[in-house]
């Protein structure tokens, strides 16, 4: 049997078939329609924000929250992410300076932002990585000082809070992904969150989500068409309703892979964070192959061989990335690149047998005898 190093979580076929029924009986596919508006109400329920949008992905919702906040210059974010992030900088015209990461959690290092800061710089752009939280004290201490933004990537930590917090409430915004592969997803989409007290914003997010459309007669911003549908609205009501007990089926998954691999010589794994609910997104393992006498890539065949299928993730880092690899130096975030050569996702998801769990790790275990 092949595992795969994730698979997306799906309701009932006839919930699903009972949630879009009104679409076909209304013929209203699209453009904020009556599911997407049910669906954001109940999303700013869950996840505890006073402002919620809504688009088509977790891509253009990053980019058109850039656009929406009015950056410039220079960006602080990670190369220690999807490549998405990157070019969502990159496409608002904006320059990205890459910050290393912490080694415990692999998040922003907050004490190597400052000396980054030009008379450039008009925002940072941190990653929660693996549903692991930045530091978001130290990196709003630093913003407030610095006269920055801060926009979160949390694409991997939807329904994760910090001391009594979602996630979202941190920083000017904060950017979910849907993607199928995530937690929680709509098949694809996205969502911009923020707090109400930003003018304005919550009026350009839906212009430029919608071509620029300010009214009938009104195209006052070059925009995009980013908006969600009805049927990814649709998927997104059905999955909410089940989400928490999806993420304690994952945190059984999670709990087994530590049973077998904490306290390895040469595996790292990350430990569980202070004061955060998590949401046990991803299964990041690092190996050291100084103590191992064998490398990740040697582990990522073997298993492949046995037909399970694990993921490099975060590999390469994106300032590696053909289209950057010439403008950045990857030598100038260690940590990064050392992280990079060395992490494997093991499989994760809901439904993983932990039959499975025990025989994956079986496998790395014999490996390193």
């Known amino acids: 049997m092949i595992i795969l190093v994730t698979r997306s979580s799906m309701p009932e076929l006839d919930e699903f078939v009972e949630e879009i029924k009104p679409i076909f009986e209304s013929h209203w596919l699209t453009n904020m329609g009556p599911v997407y508006k049910r669906f954001q109400y109940q999303l700013k329920d869950y996840l505890s924000v006073p402002q919620l949008s809504l688009f088509v992905n977790g891509h253009m919702a990053l980019e058109i929250a850039i656009q929406a906040l009015k950056l410039t210059g220079e960006v602080i974010t990670t190369p220690y992410t999807f ?79 910090y001391k009594g917090r979602g996630v979202a409430t941190f920083g000017d915004a904060s950017m979910f992904s849907f993607h199928a592969t995530k937690v929680f997803h ?20 839906y212009g430029l989500k919608n071509f620029g459309i300010r009214n009938e007669v009104v195209v006052d911003a070059v925009g995009a068409n980013s908006k969600m549908n009805e049927f990814q609205a649709a998927m997104g009501l059905c999955n909410l ?17 530590r049973e077998h691999l904490n306290g390895v010589p ?40 046995h037909d399970i299928f694990t993921r490099k993730y975060f590999y ?45 790790c079986e496998l790395i275990l014999g490996y390193r005898e």
């Open 241 to 257: 309703r089940h989400l928490d007990g999806e993420i304690e089926k994952r945190s059984r998954v999670v709990a087994r892979y």
């Open 266 to 305: 040469g595996i790292k794994l990350v430990q569980p964070q202070k004061d955060v609910k998590p949401n046990y997104a991803y299964f990041p393992v690092v190996f050291d192959e100084t103590v191992l006498g064998y490398g990740r890539d040697d582990m990522y065949e073997m298993l492949k061989q």
């Open 186 to 205: 709509t098949i694809e989409g996205g969502a911009v969150c923020f707090n109400g007290e930003q003018n304005g914003l919550k009026e350009d997010l």
């Open 316 to 360: 390469p880092l994106t300032s590696e990335f053909q289209c950057y690899s010439d403008k950045y130096d990857a030598k100038d975030t260690p940590v990064a690149l050392e992280t990079s050569k060395r992490v494997l996702t093991l499989p994760l998801y809901a439904d993983l047998d932990l039959s499975d769990v025990d025989r994956i």
């Open 83 to 161: 490549v998405s992030t990157t070019h969502a900088i990159v496409r608002n015209g904006l320059k990205p300076v890459f910050c290393d990461i912490k080694p415990d959690d692999y998040t922003m290092d907050p004490e190597k932002i400052e000396e980054l800061i030009t008379e450039k710089t008009s925002a940072i752009i941190p990653v929660h990585v693996y549903g692991n939280i930045c530091d978001v004290e130290s990196i709003e201490r630093i913003a407030r000082k610095h006269h920055l933004k801060v926009i979160y990537d949390a694409a991997h930590t939807f329904g994760v809070t």
